[in-house]
């Protein structure tokens, strides 16, 4: 074979250590493809190709190594033949493009101010992939041996004069892909464009390789693809000048025809190509002129457009993503006379150029902008907007030269010129840049949504790195900075169906916008729009009555303030405001939503110029209407303390045929809070704040004013509203005294306050009672607002007797309105309730007590229906105490006074510590009350007081002794005979004696005394028991008195003609022995001596032997009969008793005369012989003795 020798290509610096130190920084992955790309745009291509190529192939025709290497070891060309990554681009190497390719830090494109590459290094990062790239340019064949094993170092071959279609076939094999329009077959066709060819790197290629160890398999190359696709893709086309559409294949082994996996492209490339290649065009030519010092008429260039990119996968549709880019070019001279001044370098030395670019996915505006340099570096930004700069990039183009890079650095050093010139593309360039993009968006972008039209502008901060920050912290200030009055950048109100109004000063031609795309809202600028500084009032509704309002986010409000326009910006203010509304009613009035006009009219309170606000119509009632705000008291609306909890209890609830006349509670509590307090520190509009008196006129107003005279009214449900509303708001109920207000029983309403209050309906069993007196009672259902503050003063509750007396007695039929029967339950009900609370009443007034003995609740002894203690003005007393039930029967004269049933506890107290009806001592009631009145009685009755007063007797007796003096002589025990008496009969008739001139018919002594038919002793009961024995107590008699003896002579004197003579003189001897007995304990006086002395009823015999009575002086007793019977009458019985004896004058002996004519009397019988028989029995011894 013969062998061909090529021209040679190697660079002057050894390969592979060189590569190997390019490769440790430089990033593995689609940044390999990155940089392909970016060498694809300097060439100008408009498409970039990208294929996996599976296939390995014949090796049999290869090119003849020159290297003895290549000998001395086992290195063959076939292992190139394998796998390969391709990258084809449409556009034909020039010479400087090889010259370039031998520099590996010296690009050949640093003084080309058209292409992007300036390092020289960025086809390097093509080693990560492969050791030996080889590419076919035009009719060119290049091979790269960054080891040296083959053609020292590389090798650059003429296909056609070379001869290398007909010599070595096999080294073309791997470019020929029909498809695609590549052939290389007997002929070679120039292949207009480029085509690179990297074989991946093999295992044994990994082992031999001095430059990269990192085997490369098809997949990799697959999973680059893919990276690149999902992350990297529009992202390349975005800020590049010349490719339009990048695609991807894969040619799998055995293909012939590669499929097509992904592709990019930019669909309207034919409209955006010439702006997308304005500043490429230009810049040679503009930096000509400021390296020659030729004056240039262009200063600046600007380039916008809206640039559709489309991705998709396979034959899939995909996607149209478009962008707003914009692609701006600063003033050379301007950057060049900055960098002369601080750093004596000219901008052209460095590549220094003043380019910068934004674009922003229109589709996506929650987007993360990125940083470019041209292409994409790893680097977010802090806002939507993706940022281009003709930046000085880190060798690996992952980072920007920052100020870190440059501490202790030299002033001229390169690396603080690197940095310096990025800080000038973000101060400088940057600001000027965003401006002309923001004025681009109402002419390039419709429709862009309010809330994101502050996402095209840069942030202030940000969660980004720390370089970022640096260079972004001043960016909205600089770009506010460089905004001109005029920039219709800012957002405005809507602008659907909502032209701007008239406003004062400003041209309405300002606010054209015929040039501008459709828009949701109005474009203002700082020269006919209004900034809102202390954001207090929401900017969307002041817009929505077509104020010029700007709405702007606080950093960019912050910057305005702080920035050249802060003197020049329009200030929205109450005053503005208010001029606005009175020149544009129509905006507003009867056209804007409720909350929004609350919202306007909260915030023209602010300036408390209330004065300027009379005729707004803007007062939010309660109806849903407005009301004018206004000076006038006429016109009055009132306003209550905010609570939204208390929606069942306020006045909305209450007068809801009363709205209007309330401020309405459901706007803002901001809004309502501030009305409460404009009101309450007594303002001059017409919103005052809610007091009673108010109340009270929409409570008249609410129940008919016809009705308001009279005391009650038809009942309404809604008063317990009322008073749920009443008791929340704990108004003075004094102010209501006059109206309404309570419910009562009978489905009326009362008025709060009346001569005779309302009675609350508890307990229920008073109800029927105090209705008959005529009280009213509250509605059941009024019981929890009775225990409400304030309430119980109006509403009487029953344990309330004091109020309860009162309103009886405040009544104007008093006392006539207590006249009413009562049933006896009634009245014990009403006795109990009145006990139980008078007992918790002090010091009761005297009227009250008058009231109390009005009512028809208290009973006689012995009655059962209830009366009052007025009726007849009688006297009234109460029995002794526990002796309610043991008096027997009541018989003291009901003309003189009546007697109070007060069996019970309740009853007595009231009778007794309330009215104080005098409770009579046991004592006094029997000695007063009933004994002197015994006689009277019928005898029933009279023994069943007595059977209660004996009861009783012993103890009274015990603590009154007097009470036997007198009980005794008062005439109340029938009298009988003996035998009755011990019978225990009664006679039919009979008298009553009393209980000392009655006998004791157990003292025998004075019992024989007494004829059977003598009526001296207690009959019936009172001979035995108690009745007896308390008769024993008060004197029954058991020794006879002067009188009983005198009546016994005279009693015996006027029987002695009796026919049973015999009983009279047995009866007469008994009393004669009697007194003889007892003389020592009788009472003796003058009267009774002379009695005794001078009646006969001295039973005696006379001379004759005849019974007769004789006189105690006529007559001698049996111890003087030998001496005296046959001349005197002789008692048969001698006296005992001196005393007796002596005062009878029998104490001493007869007279001598009588004694001798007794003598006598006897001799002249015995003379005779006709002694008389008692002759015998007189002892001559006695005689002569005596």
């Known amino acids: 074979m013969v062998r061909t020798r090529g021209r040679k290509f190697k660079p002057s610096e050894r390969y592979t250590n060189r590569l190997n130190k390019i490769l440790v920084e430089y990033p593995d992955g689609p940044q390999v493809l990155r940089e392909i790309l970016q060498n694809s745009d300097d060439s100008k291509s408009t498409e970039q190709i990208f294929i996996l190529d599976h296939n390995t192939y014949p090796s049999e025709s290869l090119l003849e190594p020159i290297e003895d290497n290549y000998h001395n070891s086992d290195l063959k060309l076939d292992r190139y033949q394998g796998p390969a990554l391709l990258a084809i681009n449409n556009t034909i190497f020039e010479e400087r493009d090889f010259t370039s390719l031998l520099n590996l830090a010296n690009s050949e494109k640093r003084d080309q101010f058209d292409k992007i590459g300036v390092m020289g290094v960025g086809f390097n990062s093509i080693y990560h992939v492969t050791d030996s790239p080889s590419f076919i340019t035009g009719d060119t064949y290049v091979i790269l041996d960054p080891h040296e094993w083959y053609f020292d170092g590389g090798e650059i071959y003429d296909i056609v004069e070379d001869n290398m279609v007909q010599d070595f076939p096999d080294q073309l094999a791997p470019f020929k892909i029909p498809s695609l329009g590549i052939s290389c077959e007997n002929s070679f066709n120039r292949f207009d464009g480029t085509m690179f060819r990297y074989p991946l790197r093999t295992e044994k290629d990994s082992q031999d390789s001095e430059i990269y160890k990192k085997i490369y398999k098809p997949k990799e190359v697959l999973e680059m693809f893919h990276k690149f696709y999902e ?328 910057g305005l303030k702080k920035s050249k326009h802060k003197t020049s910006r329009k200030i929205f203010a109450p005053a503005i405001l208010r001029d606005y509304l009175k020149h544009n009613p129509g905006r507003w009035q009867s056209t804007l939503a409720r909350e929004e006009v609350l919202k306007l009219f909260g915030y023209l309170l602010r300036d408390e110029k209330f004065d300027e606000l009379v005729d707004f119509r803007m007062i939010p009632l309660a109806d849903g209407t407005f009301g004018k705000l206004s000076q006038s008291s006429n016109s009055l609306v009132y306003i209550v303390p905010y609570n939204i909890n208390s929606i ?245 004269p009901s003309n003189r006074g009546r007697f109070l049933n007060a069996s019970s506890q309740n009853l007595c107290y009231l009778l007794e510590y309330i009215i104080k009806v005098p409770r009579l001592e046991s004592y006094n009631y029997w000695r007063n009350y009933v004994m002197p009145f015994l006689g009277s009685q019928q005898q029933g009755d009279r023994d069943s007081v007595i059977d209660k007063l004996f009861d009783k007797l012993p103890n009274l007796l015990y603590h009154h002794s007097e009470l036997r003096d007198f009980f005794g002589n008062i005439p109340f025990v029938p009298t009988g005979t003996l035998q009755m008496s011990q019978q225990q009969q009664l006679p039919n008739n009979f008298k009553l004696a009393k209980p000392v001139e009655l006998f004791n018919p157990e003292e025998k002594s004075v019992v024989d005394l007494f004829f059977e038919n003598e009526k001296f002793f207690p009959a019936g009961k009172y001979g035995s028991g108690k009745f007896f024995s308390n008769l024993k107590s008060l004197g029954l008699k058991i020794i006879l008195s002067p009188d009983d003896i005198i009546s016994r002579i005279k009693n015996i004197v006027a029987r002695s003609s009796n026919v049973n003579e015999t009983l009279i003189r047995q009866q007469a001897l008994k009393l004669l022995k009697y007194l003889d007995d007892k003389w020592g304990q009788l009472i003796i006086n003058d009267h009774l001596m002379y009695v005794i002395l001078n009646e006969k009823w001295i039973p005696t015999v006379d001379k004759s032997q005849n019974e007769i009575f004789s006189k105690p002086q006529d007559c001698y007793p049996k111890r003087d009969k030998n001496l005296v019977c046959f001349v005197a009458p002789i008692l048969d019985y001698s006296v005992k008793n001196r005393e007796f004896s002596k005062r009878i004058g029998w104490n001493t002996y007869p007279s001598v005369n009588l004694v001798l004519e007794q003598l006598k009397f006897c001799c002249v019988s015995l003379a005779r012989k006709q002694p008389p028989e008692e002759l015998t029995t007189v002892s001559t011894v006695d005689f002569v003795r005596k």
């Not at 001044?341 to 460095?350: A, D, L, T």
């Not at 039209?453 to 970022?468: C, H, N, Q, V």
């Not at 606010?511 to 809102?532: C, K, P, T, V």
């Not at 109206?739 to 609350?760: C, G």
């Open 231 to 558: 992350n990297e893709s529009i992202n390349c086309l975005l800020f590049l000048k010349y490719v339009e559409k990048i695609t991807f294949y894969e040619l799998k082994k055995g293909a012939t025809k590669p499929d097509l996996l992904y592709e990019i492209r930019l669909e309207n490339a034919v409209q955006v190509r010439e702006q997308r290649r304005l500043i490429v065009k230009n810049i040679v030519t503009m930096m000509d002129s400021l390296i020659s010092g030729k004056r240039n008429d262009i200063k600046q260039l600007e380039s916008s457009y809206v640039a559709s990119f489309r991705r998709k996968r396979g034959n899939e549709k995909g996607d149209s993503d478009p962008w707003l880019i914009l692609n701006y070019l600063d003033d050379l001279l301007e950057a060049e006379k900055y960098y002369q001044k601080n750093f004596s370098k000219s901008i052209g030395e460095h590549k220094f150029i003043p380019n910068v670019g934004l674009a922003v996915p229109l589709n996506n505006l929650d987007a993360t902008g990125r940083l470019f340099c041209f292409l994409p570096l790893p680097i977010s930004m802090p806002f939507l907007v993706s940022v281009h700069g003709y930046f000085a990039v880190s060798t690996n183009r992952r980072s920007l030269w920052a100020p870190a890079d440059n501490e202790d650095l030299a002033s001229d050093a390169i690396a603080r010129l690197k940095v310096s010139w990025n800080q000038y593309l973000f101060e400088k360039v940057l600001p000027k840049a965003w401006v002309k993009f923001l004025r681009e968006l109402p002419r390039k972008v419709p429709n862009i949504s309010s809330d994101h039209l502050y996402k095209f502008w840069p942030k202030d901060k940000g969660d980004t790195s720390g370089t970022m920050n640096h260079f972004c912290k001043d960016l909205l200030q600089n770009v506010i900075e460089h905004l001109s009055i005029k920039d219709r950048v800012f957002r405005g109100p809507s602008s659907l169906n909502n032209a701007i109004g008239k406003v004062s000063g400003i041209s309405a031609d300002s606010y054209d916008a015929s040039s501008f795309q459709a828009s949701e809202f109005h474009w203002l600028s700082l020269a006919n729009g209004y900034l809102n500084d202390n954001m207090t009032i929401d900017l969307s509704t002041v817009g929505s009555v077509g104020f010029p309002i700007i709405s702007a986010p606080f950093a960019i409000t912050k």
């Open 648 to 892: 069942d209890r306020d006045e909305f609830n209450v007068f809801n045929d009363q709205l209007n006349k309330f401020i309405d509670m459901s706007i803002s509590y901001e809004l309502y809070d501030r009305l409460y307090k404009l009101a309450k520190d007594g303002w001059i509009l017409n919103i005052k704040i809610l007091d009673e008196f108010a109340v009270a006129d929409m409570i008249r107003f609410t129940l008919n004013s016809k009705n308001v005279k009279s005391e009650e009214i038809n009942h309404n449900e809604w008063i317990y509203k009322l008073w749920d509303n009443l008791s929340y708001r704990r108004w003075d109920l004094k102010e209501f005294e006059n109206v309404h207000l309570i419910p009562t029983s009978r489905s009326t309403l009362r008025r709060l306050k009346t001569p005779q209050r309302i009675f609350y309906h508890q307990p229920s069993s008073l109800i029927s009672i105090f209705e008959k007196f005529g009280a009213v009672f509250v509605n059941k259902q009024f019981d929890k607002v009775v225990e409400r503050d304030g309430v119980s003063s109006y509403i009487i509750k029953p344990k309330d007797i004091v109020s309860v007396l009162s309103s009886f007695r405040a009544a104007a039929s008093y006392p006539r309105n207590l006249e009413h029967d009562l049933q006896p339950r009634e009245a014990s009900i009403l006795i109990d309730h009145l006990s139980n609370y008078l007992r918790l009443t002090n010091n009761l007034a005297p009227e009250l007590i008058e009231v109390i003995k009005h009512l028809p609740i208290f009973t006689v002894v012995d009655q059962n229906s209830p009366i009052s203690l007025l009726s007849g003005n009688a006297n009234w007393f109460l029995l002794p105490k526990n002796e309610e039930n043991s008096y027997g029967k009541i018989i003291y």
